[in-house]
T-cell receptor, first 113, second 112 residues
Framework: DGGITQSPKYLFRKEGQNVTLSCEQN?????MYWYRQDPGQGLRLIYY???????QKGDIAEGYSVSREKKESFPLTVTSAQKNPTAFYLC????????????FGDGTRLSIL | DQQVKQNSPSLSVQEGRISILNCDYT??????FLWYKKYPAEGPTFLIS?????DKNEDGRFTVFLNKSAKHLSLHIVPSQPGDSAVYFC???????????FGKGTSLLVTP
């Protein structure tokens, strides 16, 4: 059963800590994306990757970092430099080459203790 | 700067009737428009899309209409069912782009 798996579903972080959110897909998609959703807002792009070992910043990349060492995996690290990390984080993937809709995981809710 | 706007935060419709969700955009470079449905604490689920070269796309109970001159699109759900109650996001992307530009969403409530 193909899909996108995000873990954990809920995550708590202390001030000054880095945390890493996991995103794994078995859809054989080349492209992967990280979005952030705040209450009452649409989704905003943090980072995206079109191919392994390559990624680009989105609109709100400050305070975040990513890696893409495997096609299936695109982890997001929320660093202590991110001043307002409390949000709902969504990972997505899609095929490349022409228009294809992005498909989303079920998200990780990050809260600051 | 919000390039995709959903001006109605919420909509309530009776079961069996038509739901019409609206979306406006400002960027004439958008080539594809998408609608996603989202339940609380879950990721958005892709519903339907439309290319800028078309003015209508239909998939079962869902139809999306695009008016390029007005930079407006709408999602029609007929007939509406209680299970359709969710937040609906409009999104757009240019052909050369990677990031979906999302509206803030419209919360649809379908009452029995």
């Amino acid at each position: 059963d193909g899909g996108i798996t995000q873990s954990p579903k809920y995550l708590f972080r202390k001030e000054g800590q880095n945390v890493t959110l996991s995103c794994e897909q078995n859809l054989n998609h080349d492209a992967m994306y990280w979005y952030r959703q705040d209450p009452g807002q649409g989704l905003r792009l943090i980072y995206y990757s079109q191919i392994v070992n390559d990624f680009q910043k989105g609109d709100i990349a400050e305070g975040y970092s990513v890696s893409r060492e495997k096609k299936e995996s695109f982890p997001l690290t929320v660093t202590s430099a991110q001043k307002n990390p409390t949000a709902f984080y969504l990972c997505a993937s899609s095929t490349t080459g022409g228009f294809q809709p992005q498909h989303f995981g079920d998200g990780t809710r990050l809260s600051i203790l | 700067d919000q390039q995709v706007k959903q001006n109605s935060p919420s909509l309530s419709v009776q079961e069996g009737r038509i739901s019409i969700l609206n979306c406006d955009y400002t960027n004439s470079m958008f080539d594809y428009f998408l609608w996603y449905k989202k339940y609380p604490a879950e990721g958005p689920t892709f519903l339907i899309s439309i290319s800028s070269i078309k003015d209508k796309n239909e998939d079962g109970r869902f139809t999306v209409f695009l008016n390029k001159s007005a930079k407006h699109l709408s999602l029609h759900i007929v007939p509406s069912q209680p299970g359709d109650s969710a937040v609906y996001f409009c999104a757009a992307i240019p052909n050369s782009g990677y990031a979906l530009n999302f509206g803030k969403g419209t919360s649809l409530l379908v009452t029995p």
